[in-house]
C-alpha cells in the first residue's frame, strides 16, 4: 500500500493576511452601507446627515485604499483551489471592480459638487472641476453600483453557505481560519 502525500502547490487555507483583510472588508461594507441609509433618515442639511455622508466617503475610501493591498495579497499570495473555477473568478471580479469603482464615483462625485473629501483628518484634492450636471450623472451610477453591490455581496454570501452547507466543504470555514474535523 502507498502513502499519497498533498501536493504542496495546492493549498487549502486562506493566509490570515487574507482573512482578515477579508473580514475587514466585510465590515467596511457594512458600515458604508448603514452609514448611507441612515444618513437619508435625517432632515436634508443637518449636521447628522452631513456626519453620516462624510463618515460614509471616508468608509468608502478606506475600501478603495485596502483593495489595493487585498490585490496585492491575492497576486502574491496563495488561495484555495476554488479559485480555479469559473464562476467563482468571475463574482470575485465583480467585487473587486466594485471595491475600485465605487469609491472613486464616490470622489468623482464630492469632486463635480465642488464638495471637501474628507479622509479622517485631511482633505484629498478634487479629481475633476465642479460641473454640477455630471455630478447628477456620477451620483446615478454610483448609486446603481451600490444597488448592485448588494446582489453582488449577497450572491457571494448565498454562495458561501452553499458550500458550507449543500457541498459540505470547507470553503466557508476556511475564510474564517478554521477547518473541519474529519
Not at 502547490?9 to 477579508?22: E, G, K, L
Not at 465642488?114 to 447628477?136: N, V
Request: glycine content about 8%; cysteine-free; proline content about 5%.
Amino acid at each position: 500500500m502507498t502513502m499519497t502525500t498533498p501536493n504542496p502547490n495546492i493549498n487549502t487555507r486562506y493566509s490570515t493576511a487574507s482573512i482578515a483583510m477579508h473580514w475587514a472588508m466585510v465590515l467596511l461594507f457594512i458600515a458604508v452601507y448603514v452609514l448611507i441609509n441612515l444618513a437619508d433618515g435625517f432632515e436634508k442639511g443637518s449636521p447628522q446627515r452631513q456626519a453620516a455622508r462624510d463618515w460614509h466617503g471616508m468608509f468608502g475610501l478606506l475600501i478603495f485604499a485596502l483593495v489595493w493591498l487585498r490585490i496585492a495579497l491575492r497576486v502574491l499570495g496563495t488561495t484555495p483551489a476554488l479559485w480555479l473555477e469559473k464562476l467563482t473568478k468571475l463574482g470575485h471580479l465583480a467585487l473587486y471592480a466594485l471595491m475600485i469603482a465605487l469609491p472613486l464615483l464616490g470622489w468623482l462625485l464630492l469632486s463635480a459638487r465642488g464638495k471637501p473629501i474628507p479622509f479622517f483628518g485631511l482633505e484629498l484634492p478634487a479629481l475633476i472641476a465642479p460641473d454640477k450636471p455630471l455630478g447628477r450623472t456620477i451620483k446615478e451610477i454610483h448609486e446603481f453600483g451600490g444597488n448592485l453591490g448588494y446582489f453582488l455581496i449577497g450572491g457571494h454570501a448565498i454562495a458561501a453557505l452553499f458550500h458550507h452547507y449543500v457541498l459540505k466543504d470547507n470553503t466557508l470555514l476556511r475564510m474564517t481560519g478554521l477547518t473541519r474535523r474529519t
